[in-house]
């Protein structure tokens, strides 16, 4: 897991809520109209809605994304956490759609990613296809990897791999400080 802190961009009035949907459409239909109204709620969702082994009523399962306004600077600063499951296209459909609105309207981001991909830009050992094609598309971006050191970001009792990223624009970077390999959470 990477572990990264951004304390200069998080505007003093965010409100961080916690809740659980106890799996019920209704209450995810709830938080979505309370999210609507206020671009200044982040929600930490425990048991969402779920059917067909998805989550419904909020957002897309494998890429979540919140936009972080700063009055003090007038700066804008998008989280992301983006899933790539390891049969779909490198990049994401909706990680590349997410990349290019956030450099069309000049936002600095910080992108936390399971891409199931390997190349040495990120620690891995080896590379294979899709470590290939999301460096080849990162080439193309104004993202910078900042991934340090060769220390597994994925740990079980079967392998060690490094095959989560985190990505930023260069200012966003800046912000990152002392990003390493976090095991014991």
């Known amino acids: 897991m990477a572990c990264y802190a951004v304390p200069t961009l998080a505007p003093k009035s965010l409100t961080i ?16 109209r309370v999210l609507e109204e206020d671009n200044k709620t982040v929600a930490l969702i425990q048991e969402p809605w ?6 419904c009523g909020l ?10 306004n700063s009055a003090e600077d007038q ?17 994401a459909k909706e990680l590349a759609e997410l990349i290019q609105h956030c450099e069309a309207n000049k936002w600095d981001v910080i992108i936390a990613a399971d891409c199931n991909a390997h190349h040495p830009l990120w620690g891995s050992m080896d590379t294979n296809k899709r470590g290939e094609q999301l460096t ?12 340090r050191g060769t220390e597994p970001t994925f740990v079980t009792s079967r392998c060690q791999t490094t095959i989560d990223i985190t ?6 970077a800046d912000l990152v400080g002392g990003w390493h ?3 014991s959470v």
């Open 17 to 32: 809520i916690q809740t659980n949907l106890q799996h019920k459409q209704i209450a995810a239909a709830t938080l979505r």
């Open 167 to 172: 990505l930023a624009t260069h200012k966003a």
């Open 181 to 183: 390999s976090l095991h």
């Open 136 to 147: 080849e598309y990162l080439l193309q971006t104004n993202l910078t990897i900042l991934n």
């Open 50 to 55: 779920i059917r067909n082994n998805k989550i």
């Open 75 to 91: 700066t804008t600063l998008v989280l992301a956490s983006v899933y790539m499951p390891g049969e779909d296209d490198i990049p």
């Open 59 to 68: 957002n897309n399962i494998n890429l979540t994304a919140v936009k972080i």
